[in-house]
């Protein structure tokens, strides 16, 4: 979980949503991966699916038997879905995800029986430290945010001032 931990850090400091995966298999990693749908202009640039791609080309193949995947935050459901396809064995999270979590937070993906394939699902590891990490983020965009909405006010102010000192009224 720690290197899924420094991928996410990779997310944070090109200003993408922090979360990091790792596909590990046996005791080797052979793939990590890290949010970028921003940078990226792809909806689809999550952290698993950037690790899951490149663990099948690490692997040519798609599928990942065997292997196990680590993700600072519970994959939501197109992630689960690419999870079940590739055939990883494990998912391992840290954070659990209240909007979008496929991991039973939302929807359990992982529980349907019907499904041809089954993954293990561990879910809470590093929570705390995965979850610190993108609310210290969120709260830095939020802050961020305030600081240019107070700028932008402050100089249509400026401006506002400046237009009624040009063109004063006049009142006979």
Do not use: W
């Amino acid at each position: 979980m720690a290197l899924a931990q420094q991928a996410a850090e990779q997310a944070r400091a090109a200003g993408e949503v922090p979360v990091g995966a790792v596909v590990v298999l046996g005791d080797e990693v052979i793939a990590t991966g890290f949010n970028h749908p921003i940078r990226g202009h792809d909806p689809s640039a999550h952290a698993e699916m950037a690790a899951l791609r490149a663990a099948a080309q690490t692997l040519q193949n798609y599928r990942l038997p065997g292997c196990e995947l680590y993700v600072t935050l519970e994959p939501c459901l197109m992630c689960a879905g690419a999870i079940m396809h590739s055939r990883i064995s494990r998912v391992v999270y840290g954070a659990t995800d209240p909007k979008t979590g496929a991991c039973g937070s939302v929807v359990d993906m992982f529980a349907n029986v019907q499904l041809n394939h089954h993954t293990t699902v561990t879910g809470g590891v590093l929570a705390d430290e995965c979850g610190h990490a993108l609310k210290n983020f969120f709260a830095e965009r939020r802050r961020l945010a305030r600081e240019e909405r107070d700028a932008r006010r402050a100089r249509e102010a400026g401006q506002a001032a400046a237009v009624s000192i040009t063109n004063p009224t006049t009142t006979s």
